[in-house]
């Protein structure tokens, strides 16, 4: 019913933003064992509880070295969460924290829910008040309107992909049930070739999911949004604002140049590839060219933009010129846009208004005010960008804005149908509950391969149907039931 | 002055009151007396004592393993079974041992008066006939918030008690349908119970309606036998009961009636048994059902109550399932020497004249004479999600209900109803510790938990689907399950603990010595397995990897071991060989099924208050929040299992309990 507790999770234990030190935590029955193969250190004995020791982290996969860092482990129940846990210090970089927990993760260790430290704590009774009260706040801050609706829209598609699979199997199910429970009807004996074709349908479908959950796919295919605008409006603070309200952290790509920095995340239950770039200038310097073509490259692959204009000052030449290039590139027809008026904490510069219901129209206006003499922009910039275009005013500082920033993001990448099934299944507890009912179904491959009694098949058709409604939200018992009676006449 | 004295001599004081002497009453008085209560146990007709109205069969799958269960708790209707049976039989034999289970075929006659002699014989129990119109409670609440039950009224007559058990089956503003006929009563021809319904809704209980039915009952002398298939019983010795005392059968003296021809295949040494009929409806039959279906109640609207999915009326097997050419009609006997046959899958409100044609369109039954008429009856039940799994109700501290009442249907189901109600009961007036059994423990958990977090919308009947882990449940480990907690409540003696334990024993025995028992290809050793009928051993193997092969028996494996000088321990009880030939094939699925119950564990022990302010708790989502104020469950594991409720509302939830912990009852009353 809730998130499991005997598996191994991960997560980044110190707050986001660069601090001197971060910790990832380890915590769960395979805590030690994956702590282990991340560290390389020069001395074999054997780690002993409560003590520091010094090594590199590595990443185990090719033995590349990540960072210089301490491990300390604790023994179950003498931790935070009372499971057995492994802390590795390292330096307080964003990016290698996450590259430690991307091999943790490749190790088999899951990605934390929000607050799952913490529940952990509490199931293992090891929490005090303050503590219950920040999961209160993650829980509520996961439920909050806005946020629930998009994620609302996200789970009904999931949910609609899994249900195939679950009707599959209910569908294998009931026969073997209707026969166990109704002997003395007239059920039919369940065909075993008919049930295992049931049986690797229901296999498709969360194999497919499985593989749009895989966290190195989610980051390879997640949904590419660019950040762009002129320098100085603020982007890099948007894409740190954006990352700081991530809700689990998924493998880092590094900027493949200095120019454009990629980082993952995942907001309102999808994965976001944010990609912030150098703005485009008319320039003859060639290293700024190479930055502005590299922009370019970014954008024409790009699902979503992200246009950030500075809302306190008049808009320039440069804004105009990035506007008519995204304009070109197809954005705001083809693909989507969003317009992101930043820095309203300060005063707004006058044309954009100070009434958030007209900002739409402003900035529609203050655009063409701004750009009239120039057609093909203002013609992006006016209807069009009224119809279709969100404009969203943020402000990093105050965080303003940035619930409304998310939705939208959300939204706009629901309407983009090649980006939705690689999104799909963002959440951990999702991915755990497709792993759980994929294992179940090919253990019921095997029970039947076997010729064991097809009660045992059952047990193994039940424990998928069982995760599968993790994710629908369906008991198992009713829609059993129901499958049982509509299908067969039964009646004693 | 002088009605003082006749009030004086008229009220009668009781440890245990149990209204309703059914399948459910009969198990309640007997584990409240069992356990040293005081007990009455007071029923409108000392006549109709654990009556079977509808059909006279017990068991089957989840309800065979009912009566186990029922039976290692030191309950009458194993028992009772086994001494009045006229077949009986092993449902399942083809699938895994999780899912064979008993049924058997009563005498309906010497099953109640062998049931009315087990209460007459029990110590501590009183039997009265009555008709129970009134609760009495206290009329202000006690300090937990709630009025206590103080006895229930009879009449002019108080019967005062510390603790009631409510099992009025069908009885409470009961109605019997057939056609457009409609009379009161709570089976045929016995009225209903008028006035608890309303006293029940005046201290604060919701009732709703329910519907059930029953098909008619034939003369066996008017049936042409020799156009029906003959379902002959068990030729192998089965019983229900674990009691190591075999059975003294009850049956009314002489052989079988003489009417049921008896083949010479359906003839089985160890006990005589009478044979069950089967024939077929045909498309002459839909047509008359087709036909008539304007005059059938459920059709016409009279019948408001829903009916359940499991046993429906035939008009609705031929209406839903129109395309099916035919359905099964079972023709079982009621008894040994009764001429009464109970057509079972003819279950039907249509009409009597309508029941006779249809009846007539089957070649079998073209003379068929109806004794009795079928009819549907509907009744007042409270919603089961007003008690808690003691099935105490919420609303009156000391008043549980039991069987029917809470919405269930069946006899096997109402028992062990019963033997909780009744065992809880006495718990309570004795100030023990409430007596719960888990899912993971017995049906009868299974059954339970669901009455108390699920919405019962048709009348509730276990099947062995409704169980998470079906193999820990298995009918022959019952008495290892459960016999040991019934024997520290006085409900079972010393003979049947030590068989239990003997039991166990036994089987761990066996287990680590199949464990220690090794076996190699060696030339010797193959000559010996291929003479038992085994197929080669490829290289070293224990005894117990010998024993998982599919076809491999612990007999067979018993027998190697013996020839090769390393003997396993003999075991001649089918049961305990069974329990270890479980433990060892199927040992993933069982260890996958504890790993479950462990997991879930932490979350069920959690306990939530009943008087939860869920508007209080922060996170939860609206749904969530109506779903459980209205269901309220004890643990933190059953608010998981509340239609509506996600993993972040039990998340919730345990934050709430963290913090209720810490800031105890001071903060919340003030």
Known sequence: MTLSTDDTIVAIATPPGQGGVGIVRLSGPHAWEIGRRLFARRSTSAMRPQRLYYGTVIDPADGAALDDGLIVGMRAPHSYTGDDVIEINAHGSPLVLRRIVAAALAQGARAAEPGEMTLRAFLNGRIDLAQAEAVADLIAANSDAAARQALGQLEGKLSERVRTARDAVLRALAPIEASIDFPEDEVPPPDRAALSSLIASAETVTAELLAGAEQGRISREGIRCVITGRPNVGKSSLLNSLLRVERAIVTPIAGTTRDTIEESAIIGGMAFHLIDTAGITATEDPIERIGIERTRHALSHADLALLVLDRSAPLTEADHQIAQELRDLGFSTARKLIVVLNKSDLAPFPAFGRDGETLRRDVSVGLRAHLTERPPLSSFAGEELAQSVPVIATSVVTGEGLPELETAMVTAALGNAATESAALVARARHVEALRGASAALAAAQKTLRDHLPLDLVAEDLRDAVYALGLITGESVTDDLLGAIFSEFCIGK | ???????????????????????????????????????????????????????????????????????????????????????????????????????????????RLTMKWALEAQPNLVLRQGTVNGLITDPQPGPDGRPHVRGVISGTRRFLARAVVLTTGTFINGRLITGDKTTPGGRAGEPPSLGLSEDLQRVGVRVQRLKTGTPPRIDARTIDFSRTQVQPGSPLPLRFSFDPAPPDVTLPPGPP?????????????????????????????????????????LYTGVIKGVGPRYCPSIEDKVVRFADKPDHQIFLEPEGWRTGEVYVQGMNTSLPEDVQLAMLRSIPALERAEIMRVGYAVEYDFVPPDQVVRTLETKQIAGLFLAGQINGTSGYEEAAAQGIIAGINAGCRVQGREPFILRRDEAYIGVLIDDLTTQTITEPYRLHTSRAEHRLLLRQDSADLRLTERAYALGLVGDERMEAVERKRHLAAQALDALERTIFTPAATIQAHAAELGMAAIPQKMTATELLRRPEATYAQVAALAERVGQPLPPIADAATVEEVECRVKFAGYIERQERAVARAAKLESLPLPIDLDYASVAGLRTQARLQLAKIRPLTLGQAGRVEGVTPADVSALLIWLQRHARQPRESARS
Not at chain 2, 37 to 55: Q, Y
Not at chain 2, 63 to 87: M, N
Not at chain 2, 280 to 296: D, M
């Open chain 2, 257 to 297: 009636a003489a009417i049921y021809p008896l083949p010479p295949e359906a003839v089985t040494a160890w006990r005589p048994q009478l044979p069950c009929y089967l024939v077929h409806t045909n498309e002459r039959t839909h047509e008359i059902i087709r036909a008539n279906l304007h005059r059938s109640p």
């Open chain 2, 1 to 111: 002055m002088e009605t003082d004295e006749i009030n004086e001599i008229s009220d009668e004081a009781y440890d245990v009151v149990v209204v309703g002497a059914g399948h459910a009453g009969c198990e309640a008085a007997l584990a409240a007396a069992r356990m040293g209560c005081r007990t009455l146990l007071i029923t409108m007709n000392l006549d109709s004592v654990a009556l079977m109205p509808c059909n006279p069969s017990m068991g089957g799958p989840a309800k065979g393993h009912l009566i186990r269960e029922i039976d290692a708790l030191g309950g009458e209707i194993g028992r009772c079974t086994d001494r009045t049976f006229i077949q009986i039989r092993m449902l399942n034999t083809g699938k895994g041992p999780s899912v064979q289970a008993l049924r058997a075929q009563c005498d309906k006659h010497a099953y």
